[in-house]
């Protein structure tokens, strides 16, 4: 069983047009803190950002937000958190909230959100880290998403072992449940010449 002190959420700094996203998010951040798990998120006070920290916040979790000097001065850090770090750019705050992390959720969200997650999946790929990658598939809000690396799959662009690291699960307890028994794959991402 994987050891999770910390879970870094990756969400939209809107609220979306569905209030399912927020109370989703906020729902998750009760999850984490009722578990004892540290959030990690971007720092904001908005959107769903704001949600998944008010909820893990007034469950009495602990969450420790990165955010980049530039939507610091707009007044988007929240300011209650259990810590806030300021960095100067995006690939220093994604960077700093991979470091603090033990596994990455992401829910509902934009391009910003997409960014976050491929990456770590892309890290996670590449045995840059071996952390658990997980979406939360919030009223099937990412089930054309999935179905697309589904498709990349199949044409032979991501490996089944890769796409299997992958956690898509609908329910929360039932994807910290999944990301504490997850299981890295133990094939290279690159081929050999003559594996081609």
Excluded at 43 to 62: F, I, K, P, S, Y
Aim: charged share 25%; with cysteine; aromatic share 8%.
């Amino acid at each position: 069983m994987k050891e999770l002190a910390s879970i870094a959420v990756y969400c939209g700094s809107s609220p979306g047009t569905d209030p399912l996203y927020m109370a989703r998010a906020r729902d998750f951040g009760r999850l984490l803190a009722s578990e004892g798990i540290a959030l990690v998120y971007g720092g904001g006070n908005v959107g769903l950002m704001g949600a998944v920290a008010d909820g893990a916040l007034r469950a009495g979790g602990e969450v420790h937000g990165v955010i980049t000097e530039a939507l610091r001065v707009k007044e988007l850090a929240h300011i209650e958190l259990t810590s806030l770090v300021v960095v100067d750019t995006m690939h220093e705050r994604k960077a700093a909230m991979a470091d603090r992390a033990d596994a990455f959720v992401a829910l509902p969200g934009g391009f910003g959100t997409y960014d976050e997650l491929f990456e770590v999946i892309t890290w996670t790929q590449l045995g840059i880290h071996e952390k658990p990658c997980g979406i939360l598939n919030c009223g099937g809000f990412f089930d054309e998403l999935v179905a697309f690396i589904d498709k990349a799959t199949a044409a032979g662009f991501v490996k089944q072992a890769h796409r299997d690291t992958v956690v898509v699960e609908a329910d929360d307890a039932t994807m910290l449940s999944r990301l504490r028994a997850w299981e890295p794959a133990r094939i290279p991402k690159i081929v050999n010449r003559d594996q081609r």
